[in-house]
């Protein structure tokens, strides 16, 4: 066996071909919920933190948390709070849960499952980092479910036809703003003909 036969079948190949795999998945769970699991900066998670209130009634929800780090920094920000992160995708999913096993903090917790799945109401608020069509889809679901006065944060995309109370640009964030929102009893958003379908990240 000459030495490039060895490579393919030792352990190179193993490691290989379940990077290929891992990949692959991400790839197949981006395409079915259109929202690639991309973390957020220390400088961002900064951002959307400082626009959230000193003190929260509910549980505070990261929808699509991906790899969980904007999920962890909530938790170190509001220990009395219940934090819950909400990713579709296995991997990063995973890579979550097994951060939080390596760094135990008792108020939070990753929740494998669909967006539009998810029931809203016990939200103190919500921060998220997701792609336009699934903003679209997610908006009637926050103002139909989200209590009067429930922040909302969200990075890069903002919510069509829900006007921000807060839009920062800043180099801390990177290029795309921060928007905040407040839920009033009456929310203009524009229904998005796909919200019945099933969304995630």
Do not use: H, Q
Not at 37 to 62: F, K
């Amino acid at each position: 066996m000459n030495p490039i036969e060895a490579a393919v079948a030792g352990p190179e190949a193993v490691v290989l071909v379940a990077l290929l795999a891992c990949g692959l998945l991400i790839v197949l769970y981006a395409l079915r919920t259109g929202v690639p699991p991309m973390p957020t900066s220390s400088g961002t998670r900064a951002v959307m933190l400082r626009l959230l209130p000193e003190t929260i009634d509910g549980t505070v929800y990261d929808l699509g948390s991906g790899w969980g780090g904007l999920a962890f920094a909530l938790a170190r920000r509001y220990p009395a709070n219940r934090v819950v992160g909400i990713e579709l995708s296995p991997l990063p999913w995973l890579f979550a849960r097994t951060m939080l096993r390596v760094r135990p903090r008792p108020n939070l917790e990753f929740r494998r499952a669909e967006l539009m799945t998810v029931p809203l109401s016990d939200a103190g608020a919500i921060v998220c980092y997701l792609m336009p069509g699934t903003m679209r889809r997610l908006a009637p679901k926050l103002a139909k479910e989200l209590r009067t006065g429930t922040p909302v944060v969200a990075y890069s995309f903002a919510f069509d036809g829900w006007p921000p109370d807060a839009a920062v640009l800043e180099a801390e964030s990177g290029p795309m703003p921060v928007y905040r929102y407040t839920v009033t009893p009456s929310p203009t958003v524009i229904p998005d003909p796909g919200a019945s379908s099933p969304a995630g990240t």
